[in-house]
């Protein structure tokens, strides 16, 4: 489900943007190995992305299964699943309108969740933010 290529260009652009910096010039200029920069200089810089944008495709995912099942094409009909509970509270949403509001309520907080957990993380994880 989630877009590799597209995630694999991000990290490689943001790590390209990390090692234009003056840090990692100063860090060459002081006699480090390149292994020491990418780990010690670049990654710690990145990894905020990756948490990111990881929670946010989490995020995407849940909605897609959500909609797929809701129009019946999940792999198996047997579980019981968010789309699926949308899906057959639709019959009865003039008697008892619950049985579709809170599933499509659990799929918005539950996506709302990944993305503050994200950006929660993102905000310890990042070295600038530390300081």
């Known amino acids: ?40 200089e670049i990654l710690p810089n990145v990894v905020p992305l990756l948490v990111v944008l990881f929670t946010l495709e989490m ?20 579980f019981p699943t968010w789309g699926s509970m949308i899906a057959d509270g639709r019959k009865y949403v003039n008697q008892a309108p619950w049985l579709m509001i809170l599933p499509i309520c659990c799929v918005i907080l539950v996506v709302l969740a990944l993305n503050a957990l994200g950006d929660g993380l993102k905000d310890a994880l990042d070295p600038v933010m530390r300081r």
């Open 1 to 40: 489900m989630i877009d590799w290529t597209r995630f694999c260009r991000v990290v490689r652009a943001e790590t390209m943007m990390q090692k234009q910096q003056d840090y990692v010039a100063s860090a060459v200029t002081i006699g480090l190995g390149r292994p020491r920069i990418l780990w010690g």
């Open 59 to 78: 995020g995407i995912a849940v909605i897609v299964e959500a909609i797929l099942s809701y129009v019946n094409l999940s792999l198996a009909s047997d």
